[in-house]
């Protein structure tokens, strides 16, 4: 069984404060990845022994095996919904078919590219790049195929000096420990696109409580985290075979570090 199925096995037998917890964990599976024993137990209203109560109930020695059950269980989430792949048309068969898909595919990404470039809000870019400039570090959050977004995004920010920490998503372990050094005067830049990262609404809600100033690139406000932020950049990613189509997000990047270089520009001029 996993820690879910576990949980609600032994829920008739728990105390009114366990089921507390136990409701939160089943409700944000996510949170327990990330934090602590003690901003668990700040969360869901309760003392930390009574989340260690909880955790002998069902059968868990120790909150740190509580923690590492539910990663498990996460990565097998992940695992389901928030891996990139692919499908072709059966009806795609012989060469002209194959052509005229291709055909159509680029003149998708012509129209998209013209209405981007029609479109775009340089004035809200600007805002987020004089967002950005401030903060002392830049952190990136991506998964799977949108790291490679963020690595093209930190190789720019690297050209203009700025310091920035790439992190990924999938890596919990990792994720919390960067969650811990994160203050007021970073900014944290999340590159989200389909299929969403599992536990990324976690992720986002623990970073803005620790009032730091959140940036999503997305494809749609469709995104889990669209709501923790007003810093929200977008772009039409939609394609016909794979998930994603990076040629508006890496013309975003452009603009946005475009925009970032002549800050910086302007600052060494004064």
């Known amino acids: 069984m996993n820690i879910i199925e576990i949980i609600k096995s032994n829920y008739s037998s728990l105390t009114t404060k366990q089921k507390n917890v136990a409701d939160y964990l089943i409700h944000k599976p996510s949170d327990i990845c990330y934090i602590s024993l003690a901003t668990l137990s700040k969360k ?3 003392s930390e022994v009574t989340i260690l109560k909880f955790c002998k109930k069902i059968g868990i020695d120790s909150f740190i095996d ?35 898909y291709l055909k159509n595919i680029c003149n998708e990404e012509l129209d998209k590219m013209i209405n981007f470039y029609n479109s775009v809000d340089l004035e809200g870019i600007l805002s987020i790049a004089k967002l950005i400039y401030k903060k002392h570090i830049i ?7 949108s790291k490679t977004l963020a690595s093209f995004l930190k190789v720019r920010l690297d050209v203009l000096n700025l310091n920035v920490v790439l992190v990924d998503l999938s890596d919990m372990k990792e994720v919390e420990y960067i969650m811990k050094q994160i203050t007021k005067d970073d900014v944290s830049i999340f590159l989200s696109f389909p299929n969403y990262y599992f536990s990324i609404k976690s992720v986002a809600e623990n970073i803005r409580n620790n009032d730091c100033e959140i940036i999503l690139l997305t494809d749609s406000l469709n995104c889990p985290i669209s709501d923790c932020t007003d810093n929200i950049l977008m772009c039409n990613t939609r394609t016909k075979i794979f998930y994603n189509s990076w040629l508006l997000p890496i013309a975003l990047i452009n603009i946005l570090t475009s925009n970032l270089a002549m800050l910086i520009e302007d600052n060494s001029n004064f």
Not at 68 to 77: S, T
């Open 139 to 145: 952190y990136l959050f991506a998964h799977d195929a």
């Open 66 to 100: 509580l923690k590492e059950a539910f990663r498990n269980y996460n990565q097998i989430l992940v695992n389901k919904h928030s891996v990139s792949s692919y499908s072709v048309p059966s009806e795609i068969t012989d060469n002209n078919s194959k052509i005229d």
């Open 44 to 46: 869901i209203g309760c």
